[in-house]
């Protein structure tokens, strides 16, 4: 019992961390991502993007500490979506890990376009607009897209076992299918994912973590 308890409260913190490291990282990486003279303002404020990075690959070992310490709770009720959901974890995990690798390599372009002296500046503005870009399709793709289809596994599992009580996993399996339909609106063009419409559908699956978090960590799971 005193494992489990310890379990859940790793898990918890873990999602606690997960949260404030995506926040903190996003709000670093202003200068090389929203700051239209990105290629100069990066170079000038290389320290906060690779601090930024290190704050998203917090949150990566974290998305993967909470697929893994969940398992063996969710295998004993369905091994099949427990396994689907580490799997998928880890896909998420990786997406987010190749925008990092990209905020990295604008962060190199901007370092050489400062030691160019700004020549050919066509070519880097065209080669910033493509780092940009895969960028923000791995944000779309991660903490959005995958990140409902994770959602709604151990959601699910948690509601037909009670490990947690019903409330959190209804949340959870209503946040998961509210940010999926966001990813899609978004994919298609419909919204915009820093918006307001973005910002009210991925507020559920956002209440769902810091819930579920603080329940494991004070309660734990039901026996």
């Given at each position: 019992m005193n494992s489990n308890k310890k379990a859940a409260k790793i898990v918890g913190v873990l999602f606690i961390l997960a949260a404030v490291t995506s926040i903190i990282g996003l709000?670093?990486?202003?200068?090389?991502?929203?700051?239209?003279?990105?290629l100069i303002k990066g170079s000038e404020h290389a320290n906060q993007v690779i601090l930024g990075a290190?704050?998203?690959?917090?949150?990566v070992v974290s998305a993967i500490g909470t697929a893994t310490t969940m398992f063996p709770f969710l295998r004993k009720y369905n091994e099949t979506i427990a396994l689907w959901h580490v799997c998928f974890?880890?896909?998420?995990?990786?997406?987010?890990?190749?925008?990092?690798?990209?905020?990295?390599?604008?962060?190199?372009?901007?370092?050489e376009f400062v030691a160019a002296g700004a020549l050919d500046t066509a070519f880097f503005q065209a080669s910033g607009a493509l780092l940009k870009a895969v960028h923000d399709w791995t944000f779309l793709l991660g903490p959005a897209f995958m990140l409902g289809i994770n959602t709604m596994m151990y959601s699910y599992i948690f509601y037909k076992s009670k490990l947690v009580p019903r409330f959190i996993s209804i949340l959870g399996m209503t946040g998961a299918t509210l940010v999926f339909i966001e990813a899609l609106l978004v994919m298609f063009g419909v919204i915009q994912q820093i918006s307001v419409w973005g910002a009210?559908?991925?507020?559920?699956?956002?209440?769902?973590?810091?819930i579920l978090a603080v329940w494991l960590i004070v309660k734990g799971f039901k026996e």
């Open positions: 709000n670093l990486y202003d200068p090389i991502l929203k700051d239209p003279d990105y290190l704050m998203e690959l917090i949150l974890r880890f896909l998420e995990a990786v997406i987010i890990t190749v925008g990092i690798i990209s905020v990295l390599s604008l962060l190199t372009l901007s370092r009210i559908l991925a507020l559920p699956v956002a209440a769902n973590e810091m």
